[in-house]
């Protein structure tokens, strides 16, 4: 297993356009994460599931925004009629549930995708 | 939620100084994090510490956990270029949301 994959890496997008980015989470973690982050700050909290279930959803998260797990597998995140600022990283993250020793009370994230709206 | 204050925002050092940044709260931590991001990277899992007084190392750095749990520190010994990146805190709200600090952007100049 290679990690936590997210894509794209980048992606550039006009204001008003509808944008989806992937996550594939580490295949033994069935916890998946978003976090998004803007300049000069840490990640914030958008949305968690545990297998295909959506168990939380921050109150950053629009009616413009949507995640989905089907499976309990990979994940999506789609914006629609994005906005300036919606221009930030979206990161991805998965982890053993819950946060315990395991998993050393913390999270893997990927790369992240890179969301610039013009 | 608490907020957790992290400091200094920025640090510039020569390669082979040492340098301490900080993680401060108001309440007590249940558990606290530290990452290290780098550029157009995601965070990467430095360390966890839980209880209080509690000191972990890891190569170069050394992590302290205060006694009262509501503050931390991370030391780097005769930093190296490759120690630049951002360095985050994190909290554990509950068993599946950490709550992270603005960040230490840390550059190790060669």
């Known amino acids: 297993d290679t990690g936590v994959s997210q894509n794209p890496r980048h992606k550039i997008t006009k204001r008003g356009q509808n944008v989806t980015f992937r996550c594939d989470p580490i295949?033994?973690?069935?916890?998946l994460y978003w976090y998004r982050q803007t300049l000069g700050q840490g990640p914030e909290f958008l949305t968690y599931?545990?297998?295909?279930?959506?168990?939380?959803k921050s109150r950053l998260l629009s009616d413009r925004f949507s995640a989905e797990r089907p499976k309990g597998s990979f994940s999506t995140l789609e914006i629609q009629r994005t906005e300036q600022g919606d221009s930030a990283m979206y990161l991805c993250?998965?982890?053993?549930?819950?946060?315990?020793?395991?998993?050393?009370?913390?999270?893997?994230f990927g790369s992240g995708t890179r969301l610039t709206v013009v | 939620t608490q907020l957790l204050e992290q400091s200094p925002q920025f640090l510039s050092i020569q390669e082979g100084e040492n340098l301490t940044v900080y993680c401060n709260s108001s309440?007590?931590?249940?558990?606290l994090q530290w990452y290290r991001q780098e550029p157009g990277e995601g965070p990467v899992l430095l360390v966890t510490v839980v209880t209080g007084g509690e000191v972990k190392k890891l190569k170069r750095l050394t992590f302290q956990f205060g006694d009262a749990r509501k503050d931390s520190s991370l030391h780097i010994t005769a930093a190296q270029p490759g120690d630049t990146g951002l360095y985050l805190c994190?909290?554990?709200?509950?068993?599946?949301?950490?709550?992270f600090g603005a960040g230490t952007t840390v550059t190790v100049r060669a």
């Open positions: 295949s033994e973690h069935n916890r």
């Open positions: 993250a998965s982890s053993f549930p819950p946060l315990t020793r395991r998993a050393g009370y913390g999270y893997t």
């Open positions: 309440s007590v931590f249940s558990s």
């Open positions: 599931f545990q297998n295909e279930a959506q168990l939380e």
């Open positions: 994190a909290e554990r709200l509950n068993d599946y949301k950490l709550s």
